[in-house]
């Protein structure tokens, strides 16, 4: 591109917004639907590097997934067309476009239902658009006709006979995903809705509200007690103590809770009254691993109570940030990459890991004196530690059968690799002493052990079944 519009330019101009958005859609979509929409749309005008997921991801502070799933919202809306899910792009339609009924209907598959649609807003006739919008949904949905006019006196109860059908339409999305088909399960959803009506009173008064809750409220209910797992007296406490007396704010409370795996009024009370030590630890381990961090919400969310619910206390991770620092490990991701290590070792105490790595040092000392013997001065690398934990634990030799064996790679051109060859000659001989070692000639070929298996041809299948099951396939039944 030879000409392009300054940051500046971009941030004086503006982003034409259709009116049948803010009429049609927008009050019935969410925060996060909306703000998709709508940055996008100034992602249109955007022709630089700024036109990217990566930076409608971090500018939003959503996920990828998040994302592209509320574009799936728009496009089953008709307002856009998710051209590409990988890399995501998007077309944004035009609304009148969207306005037109992209297919026909056979009007008496649908008349008694549109008499009773019909019925439902005596105060106004309904468009054929309104009609189709409906119609696309019953077809792609198989949700019943009766089914969907309850949902639709339903929403009139809850906003009144000026409802829309985009709103109408999207509870009705909401139910069919969770299998809401029939009349039988419209009335099993509403019959949730009424049962709860004593735990939604609990939690209104809780927040300080008067009146009843609308629909997403009661949804937010089901999606806490029957999704997520909170007990009611969890969900008021919460409610109780919360500075934002909302119900979009008690959401993102309990959605850091559920990432926290903390379900219930104690686990919250404790977590509170930790909440100070939780801060002042992670202080510690950041300046440990020479880190700052304005805000450590995110860190204690993602990094130190999963730790701590692992089992380690701050003394033992205090001592694994000092560990990573001195071998130059110094953010937290590669910390929780440690720390998940030793966990699944079983290893969550200073003692534990002082052992461990005093087990790693000594064994570092055993694989320098095996260097020193075949003549290689250097210091002990990566593969060494493995090959010596094959030897060693795999295929069981003693020390001293290693050492022998390092003696007989003096001079050699490649010392490891000549004692990989003879060690694993001693494990095919059966031999695991260094007597019976000494009286083993490698470069003379065994014709005792060179039998018809030698000199025959695998077939393919009989290759795969082996090398494929990784399993099976350790050698130990080898000999």
């Known amino acids: 591109m030879i000409c392009k519009f300054s940051n500046d330019y971009l941030i004086e101009s503006y982003t034409m917004v259709d009116n049948l958005f803010l009429s049609e859609y927008m009050p019935y979509a969410d925060e996060k639907q909306i703000k998709v929409y709508m940055y996008g749309l100034f992602l249109c005008n955007v022709k630089t590097d700024e036109n990217s997921l990566d930076v409608m991801t971090k500018t939003l502070d959503m996920t990828v997934e998040e994302v592209v799933n509320t574009f799936a919202f728009w496009q089953d809306n008709g307002l856009v067309e998710i051209l590409s899910r990988s890399p ?21 598959k649908f008349t008694d239902f549109n008499v009773g649609l019909q019925k439902l807003f005596p105060d106004r006739m309904l468009t054929p658009n309104e009609y189709n919008e409906y119609y696309y949904f019953l077809e792609s949905s198989h949700m019943e006709q009766n089914a969907l006019l309850m949902v639709v006196q339903y929403c009139i109860n809850l906003k009144g006979n000026t409802v829309r059908y985009p709103y109408v339409l999207t509870v009705a999305k909401s139910w069919a995903a969770d299998g809401v088909m029939t009349v039988d399960d419209v009335e099993n959803k509403l019959n949730e809705y009424e049962t709860q009506s004593e735990d939604m009173r609990l939690v209104l008064k809780a927040l300080g509200r008067k009146g009843g809750a609308d629909l997403e409220e009661k949804q937010l209910l089901l999606k806490w007690t029957k999704n997520w797992g ?18 979009k704010k008690l959401d993102s409370t309990l959605d850091e809770y559920y990432r926290l795996s903390i379900y219930t009024e104690s686990q919250m009370k404790d977590y509170q009254a930790q909440r100070e030590s939780l801060m002042n630890l992670a202080i510690k381990i950041n300046k440990t691993l020479g880190l700052f961090y304005e805000s450590l919400e995110h860190v204690i969310e993602t990094y130190t109570v999963p730790w701590t619910q692992k089992g380690f206390d701050e003394d033992t991770l205090l001592k694994v940030a000092h560990y990573c620092f001195i071998s130059g490990i110094k953010s937290l991701e590669g910390m929780n990459a440690m720390i998940n290590k ?9 003692d534990g890991i002082n052992a461990y790595i005093a087990k790693l040092v000594a064994n570092d000392e055993a694989i320098k004196a095996i260097l020193s013997k075949t003549g290689e001065i250097r210091g002990v690398i990566n593969s060494d530690r493995e090959y010596f934990k094959i030897w060693e634990s795999t295929w069981g030799f003693s020390r001293d059968v290693i050492n022998y064996a390092a003696e007989q790679a003096v001079g050699k051109t490649y010392p490891i690799k000549y004692m990989n060859q003879l060690l694993s000659s001693y494990k095919q001989q059966g031999i695991n002493t260094v007597e019976k070692a000494k009286s083993f000639n490698p470069t003379q070929k065994d014709k005792t052990t060179r039998n018809d298996y030698m000199h025959r041809e695998y077939s393919k299948e009989e290759l795969a079944a082996i090398f494929t099951n990784s399993t099976n396939f350790d050698g130990s039944d080898i000999e």
């Open 230 to 247: 909170f007990d009611i007296s969890a969900i008021v406490y919460l409610a109780k103590h919360i500075k934002s007396k909302t119900f």
């Open 88 to 108: 995501l792009e998007i077309k944004y339609l035009s609304f009148k476009q969207n306005l037109k009924p992209v297919k026909k209907y056979k009007s008496e």
């Open 342 to 350: 030793f966990h699944s070792m079983g290893i969550t105490t200073v």
